[in-house]
């Protein structure tokens, strides 16, 4: 029913900039609240940013001011335009959808910040 795709990842030094996409191939049904969580080596997968279909979002604190999430409901899309990276920014990135109860995944994105 949903296939999430995420795009934007890579290496970036300490203080710069990454946009990361996910967009939901298949475009059937629209979905509801859309996120991004991240996962560091050895450690649990955990939420950054999320935004319903009506826009409002939620950040965890330590990207508070440095990420925005947004998200385009005529596509399906979902961004996060991350700033001022840090290194413990270092993870996999993931985007998720909601589709009623069901919860949908992408296949992750890395995300390396490191000079």
């Known amino acids: 029913q949903v296939q999430l795709v995420e795009s934007g990842g890579g290496l970036v030094q300490p203080g710069g900039s990454l946009r990361l996409s996910c967009a939901d191939s298949?475009?059937?049904?629209?979905?509801?609240?859309m996120g991004w969580y991240r996962q560091a080596p050895g450690k649990q997968r955990v939420l950054v940013a999320r935004?319903?279909?009506?826009?409002?979002?939620y950040y965890t604190e330590s990207v508070k001011g440095r990420f925005t999430v947004s998200r385009d409901n005529a596509k399906n899309a979902l961004y996060l335009q991350m700033n001022s990276l840090k290194p413990e920014d270092t993870a996999v990135y993931y985007c998720?959808?909601?589709?009623?109860?069901?919860?949908?995944w992408g296949q992750g994105t890395q995300v390396t910040v490191s000079s």
């Open positions: 298949r475009m059937i049904f629209r979905l509801d609240s």
């Open positions: 998720t959808g909601y589709l009623g109860a069901t919860q949908y």
């Open positions: 935004i319903t279909s009506g826009g409002s979002n």
